[in-house]
């Protein structure tokens, strides 16, 4: 058994595997072939988005993969811009329709701002509508499982307050190097798993010295050591890669982290994300 067979529950029962695929920046036209790759690998978890451009891509990787589709964890997100629900009803079913899939495992609210006014101004009523959206489609079957992405806590009390389903999932920015313990122990307290997106920093922390040697201490790579770290913290680990031999050294992380130096990597708080800084969710903000 390998991490590739684990998986967590969520409040609602529902399975779902502890590392999954990312697909963010992977092309609609080579996606499939990626999540093919991933599937006979034996990856079970595969997450995209509207905003990637690439759901057609990702559902025909899905659909022709091999195995039955209930065996597969589709997620996808709803686009951050909309805050409505009639807008919300329409992208649910549009990414139903370019899936080509017949009901998503999870979907999430992929920000409670949209990108241009990331952690600006007030959609408190707007992520309330498309969560009511996301409830009913949760509700009518076609989505197993329901959530949100990049939201910090008062967004979630905002959702939480007066809904008929709390959400599943948070999917967070969570590496070594930036740790955000309060709001992972605020959703555990909740019964809402945390997603790890960007495990591996989007490639930044492959550059830190003192990661770079505690990862020759395990005898393994630093995307293993960062990966590893991400489910030692009890969430589900979201690597990006179409290549795939990443993808089989991604899931070799059958060793143990001890207790002192997930202490030192939970506090390491410096990484340079370079170009990417321009990206809304490296920003700092």
Known sequence: MTILDETYTLSNGVDIPKLGLGTWFIDDDQVAEAVRAAVEIGYRNI??????????????GVRTAGVPRDELFVSTKLAAEIKDHGQAVDAIDGSLAKLGIDYIDLMLIHSPQPWDDFRGGDYAEGNRDAWRALEEAHQA?????????????????NIVRGTTVAPHVNQLLVHAGNTPSELLDYCEGKQILVEAYSPIAHG????????????????VSVPQLCIRYTLQLDTVSLPKTANPEHMRSNAEVDFEISGADMDTLRGL????????????VYSGK
Not at 47 to 60: H, I, K, L, M, S
Not at 141 to 157: A, H, M, P, T, Y
Not at 269 to 280: C, I, L, M, T, W
């Open 141 to 157: 079957g076609k989505i197993r499982s329901i959530g949100v992405s990049n939201f910090q806590q008062r967004d979630l009390e």
């Open 47 to 60: 997450d995209t988005a509207q905003a990637y451009g690439n759901e057609r891509g990702v559902g025909e």
């Open 269 to 280: 708080r410096a990484v340079d994300y370079g170009e990417h800084s321009a990206f809304p």
């Open 204 to 219: 930044a922390i492959l550059r830190n010295a003192e990661v770079q040697a505690m990862a020759e201490k395990y005898g």
